[in-house]
């Protein structure tokens, strides 16, 4: 959690609004438990006037700052609000110290430089103190391998991750394809006539007398899928040689047939309820010979 | 009919070319499985075909590095690292710099020990380079940190004045104290 480490409310203390810079702010993180090599961010946020603005070659610079510090990275943000200037400078320093015992550093302060009508205003950012600790002791132990040191780095065995997703995903388009052309050649009839009286009976299920024009067409294209062409009255028997299991229930499909040709070309034919129910079991009659179970 | 023939079209392009894919992900697979073998070898501390290692990923002259430093060759191992420097990520980077620490740590102990100070001095000063070197690309490379801190003790850093009164906005690098060739044994 970053404390608040300073706040200058330039504005409240002089009693004046005339003060180019009203506040500064300083964001720190925690001043303790730091080790060689660590990073700590550091937030100064100043507002202005509107006609105040900040040099920007005064932003300290990238690189090392003494021998132990190192400002890794230098973000500066700024934005109106209120009718004032609000810039948020980030700072990234690097600590490089190794201490023998904890110690207090200091991360040194820097000067701003602000323009106001063409008037140049410094405003000093204040130092920052924190702890370092050693990250060993003083001494310095051999194992018994005669090691001092961390051991070098491993590499990392390469990923396979990326070209299996690869094969996969390919593989599943490569099938999806390839069955979709067999199909379409005609190169899998069975598994796309196998259950087409299943489906027939799960569609009349929802249908009533009132949706007949809607039941036969569905009978009707359950037989034609089965024949892989138009199946009409006149061609059964072809139809009963090629699918002999079908024969037994010929009285139904007569029937079927007949009732098709009254309902579609005669005037005044009615359905009703039984006949529904006469279709559905014609279609739960095939679906028991096309699964075999009769 | 058109829509037929575009449906057909499209079908046969995604079969072929996921076909494609799949070959060349296969080709892909096999070519790891084989770099992931030589890694496993030279970790194993036994030697490869050098065309292989020089062919294949940074990981496997980093793996090639590690072999050559573990049978002392160290020439050869920080040629080795100097080719992958700027490969891979800031991670990979990071490896590469402390394993080139380590090796210039190692030569500089060696060197102590046969007390050629003249000569350990300046291995110690490159060994802390390459490990703040592999912190800045990861601060969070707690073995860089342990082994800097080590290289520290054997050649400290010690500015002239106490840091307490020290000029904080003096931005120049101190001048340094003589250095302290090995490693302080410890208190009584």
Redo the contacts between chains.
Sequence with gaps: MRVLLLVLLLTGCSGSNTDPVSTLKLETPRPFGYLIGDEIPFKVMIETDVGVTLQAASIPATGQVNRWLNLNQVQLQQRELHGRWHYELELRYQVFYAPLEVKLLTIPNFTLQLLQNGKEISQIVPAWAFNISPLRELSIRKTANGEYKRPDALPLLLSTTTPWTGVVIALCVAVVSGFYLAALYGLLPRIFKRHVFRRASQQLAKLSKADMDQALSCVHHAFNTLNQRPLFHTQVHDFYRRHPNYKQMHEQVDWFFNYSNRYFFSNGMIAVALDVDKLKQLCEQAQKIERGSQ | MILRTL??IS??G??C???M??A???I??LS??T??QL??TL?AGKAVDVNAVYEG?P??R??RA?FL?QHKRYDEALTALGQIMEKGDKSFQA?VR??LG?IY?EQA?LDVEAMRMNTAMPLVGLAKQAY?QA??LD?G??????????A??LL??M?RLN??EED????Q??Q?WTTVPG?????P
């Excluded at chain 2, 860089?144 to 080590?150: D, G, H, I």
């Excluded at chain 2, 490693?183 to 208190?187: A, N, Q, T, V, Y």
């Design positions: 449906r057909h079908l046969w995604a079969l070319l996921s076909l894919v799949v060349h992900q296969t892909s697979l790891l499985h770099e992931n890694i496993s970790l990923k990981e496997l980093l793996a590690y430093k490896k402390y394993n380590n740590l102990m703040r912190l800045t601060s490379f707690w073995d860089a940190k342990y082994n800097l801190e080590v520290m003790r400290p850093e500015d840091l307490e904080a906005s003096n931005t690098k101190s340094l490693f302080p044994r410890g208190l």
